[in-house]
């Protein structure tokens, strides 16, 4: 007697975020009911209240580690997962709440909360390949779900995602949307931000905020120069750098320098 088959197991978990990226997972629709017929959605507390206990083939985790509890359950995660996707700007880089290190939290949490003393935080937002390895990222503030419906498809299929590595002035180039820095003199992370979004931003003539965090190899300096020349100060450059991937290497290390 041949044993049934049984589909891959998908879990989605949810750490120190906003839900954007989870929501991103569910507005793709069609795309997740075809997905649906392949995979077992096990756990996604978001989309439904069934669960169904691991080992996972597949765990899709979005937000950041901000508390002690934060630091046990990821370790838990991983150790019930074949594969760990993180996805969005909060697991791959900290998220906005990672702007909390660079400043003293404690200074901050009274002028924030009535009764301080029920707050239960660590010092910083990190990402989660910070405790455990990770297989694969995606990034984004939201992820993209179009690279998301092709990870997923990818790993069910046993082949590498397409993600890219070049800058978002790529997307600009193949969408034929001029260079808001070159045609309008407005400042633009596009150079050193990493392809995904489609260039949203320059498509409306604003210049890129960096959702998709730095690409491979940014340079930044260079970058700065060219802000400069557009008269856009240190202070400018500064805010732009610590936004949604504040904590992101290459972005923490070169908004040190506009201080």
């Known amino acids: 007697m041949s044993a ?39 756990y996604f507390p978001e989309a439904t209240s069934g669960e169904i206990e691991g080992p996972y083939d597949v765990s899709l985790v979005e937000g950041s580690v901000t508390t002690a509890h934060d630091v046990g359950r990821i370790q838990e995660v991983r150790a019930q997962s074949a594969l760990l996707v993180t996805i969005g700007a909060c697991a791959t880089a900290g998220g906005i709440q990672a702007l909390r290190n660079f400043v003293d939290v404690g200074e901050w949490i ?5 009764s301080p003393e029920y707050v239960s935080t660590l010092e910083t937002s990190t990402p989660i390949a910070d405790h455990v390895p990770v297989d694969l990222e995606l990034r984004g503030c939201p992820i993209s779900k179009a690279q998301l419906v092709d990870t997923v498809s990818a790993l069910l299929h046993g082949r590498r995602p397409r993600l890219a590595t070049t800058s978002v002035c790529t997307e600009c180039k193949a969408r034929g949307t001029p260079c808001v820095m070159v045609a309008h003199g407005t400042p633009c992370l596009g150079p050193v931000t990493q392809a995904g979004c489609g260039a949203i931003c320059p498509a409306y003539a604003r210049g890129c905020y960096g959702c998709f965090g730095p690409m491979e190899s940014p340079n930044v300096a260079a970058l700065a120069r060219q802000w400069r020349e557009l008269g856009a100060g240190d202070d400018v450059m500064l805010r732009a750098l610590r936004t949604f991937n504040a904590n992101a290497p290459a972005f923490r290390e070169a908004s040190y320098d506009h201080e």
């Not at 891959?8 to 009911?33: I, M, N, R, T, Y």
């Not at 009274?110 to 009535?114: E, F, H, I, N, T």
């Open 4 to 42: 049934v088959a049984t589909c891959p197991k998908l879990a989605v978990w949810k750490f120190s975020s906003c839900d954007g990226c989870q929501l991103s997972l569910l507005d793709c629709e069609d795309e997740l009911l075809a997905i649906a017929e392949e995979i077992e959605i096990a």
């Open 110 to 114: 009274p002028l924030v909360y009535a």
